[in-house]
């Protein structure tokens, strides 16, 4: 039936004038259902074919119902669960549940009662599945807002046009070489990509000044963490983003800023962007210098490994350049 959320069901029972009492209760519903003698059979169809819904008797010969269920969720996560038992006593709700099952239903029942318990895991699918949607649209709107502001200020300063979204690129790099899961990946290229947003307040010759700095210039420049951390705090983002652009200047030793943060106190995905930002920036050409080139930038992360840098985050990022070939 179009527009249905569970179209394709499979009935487990190793009892066959159940499972096709079952089968026929479906098929009243408009359900296309097909049958599986065990638990055995059953995995070997959920192989062969997709299905939205498994319903099964627990106790059969050889794989229970509840070992069924674990067994196919771990394979199947998308798949819905419910346990048919003619021996509610022996089998306690936590059980059933702990099993991934979504529901279960005690024997004999009801073609309503079955429909009843199909008709609540479709309201709930068709919630999960337009809570997915919203996210998506708004993981979209998030992800144009940081383009916008990366935009905005590569407009002002040329000479470091493309180093947001190189030094996102590498931090996502290490990220995954290091194992991290994907929302902190996500975390760190959105981060990446504005890191320096802050220098938007920053007159543009400065930004663009063909020599050293003064200290006072250097002063407005150290403030773009803060200012950064400022605008991105406005946007309710579901990962720390605007804390990791606030940190992404601190040191392991405690000597960066602004908060002269040590060790453990700076977020790990602000370390990773910290030594990203590093080896993109030495390697690059500067308004005040040339390109310093990648043996350069490598030699300082390594020397300072453990002092300004963190350790595990420098070694992701030499295996990146060494072992992995990796270029910017």
């Given at each position: 039936m179009e527009g249905r959320i569970i179209e394709r069901i499979l009935v487990v029972d190793d009892e066959e004038g159940q499972r096709t009492v079952v089968s026929q209760f479906l098929h009243k519903m408009g359900y296309s259902c097909d049958m599986a003698s065990d638990a055995f059979d059953a995995l070997r169809a959920l192989d062969r074919n997709p299905f939205d819904l498994v319903i099964s008797d627990i106790r059969m010969h050889g794989k229970d119902g509840l070992d069924l269920a674990r067994e196919a969720l771990g394979k199947y996560p998308e798949?819905?669960?419910?346990?048919?038992?003619?021996?509610?006593?022996?089998?306690?709700?936590?059980?059933?549940?702990?099993?991934?099952?979504?529901?279960?239903?005690?024997?004999?029942?009801?073609?309503?009662?079955?429909?009843?318990?199909?008709?609540?895991?479709?309201?709930?699918?068709?919630?999960?599945?337009?809570?997915?949607?919203?996210?998506?649209?708004?993981?979209?709107?998030?992800?144009?807002?940081?383009?916008?502001?990366?935009?905005?200020?590569?407009?002002?300063?040329?000479?470091?046009?493309?180093?947001q979204q190189r030094v996102a690129a590498l931090a996502c790099a290490m990220a995954e070489e290091m194992g991290l899961p994907d929302p902190v990946i996500d975390a760190i290229r959105m981060a990446g990509r504005v890191h320096d947003i802050g220098k938007i307040s920053v007159p543009s010759e400065i930004l663009s000044k063909p020599s050293r700095l003064k200290e006072n210039e250097m002063s407005l420049i150290k403030e773009h963490a803060r200012v950064g951390f400022e605008i991105l705090s406005k946007v309710r983002f579901q990962s720390p983003i605007a804390k990791i652009v606030l940190q992404h200047h601190e040191r392991i030793n405690g000597t960066g800023y602004p908060e002269g943060l040590r060790g453990p106190d700076i977020l790990l995905e602000a370390r990773i962007i910290a030594v990203a930002d590093v080896v993109e920036a030495i390697s690059s050409h500067r308004p005040y210098r040339p390109a310093l080139g990648i043996d350069t930038a490598l030699h300082e992360i390594t020397k300072n490994k453990g002092a300004l840098y963190d350790s595990e985050v420098v070694d992701a990022c030499l295996r990146l350049f060494n072992a992995k070939d990796y270029k910017l």
């Open positions: 798949l819905c669960f419910i346990t048919m038992t003619g021996h509610a006593a022996q089998y306690s709700y936590n059980d059933i549940i702990d099993a991934g099952a979504s529901d279960f239903i005690t024997k004999p029942f009801s073609v309503g009662e079955l429909k009843a318990k199909i008709d609540r895991i479709e309201r709930e699918k068709q919630a999960l599945r337009e809570l997915r949607t919203a996210n998506a649209a708004l993981h979209a709107t998030l992800d144009d807002t940081i383009d916008a502001l990366a935009s905005s200020l590569e407009m002002r300063d040329p000479y470091t046009a493309g180093h």
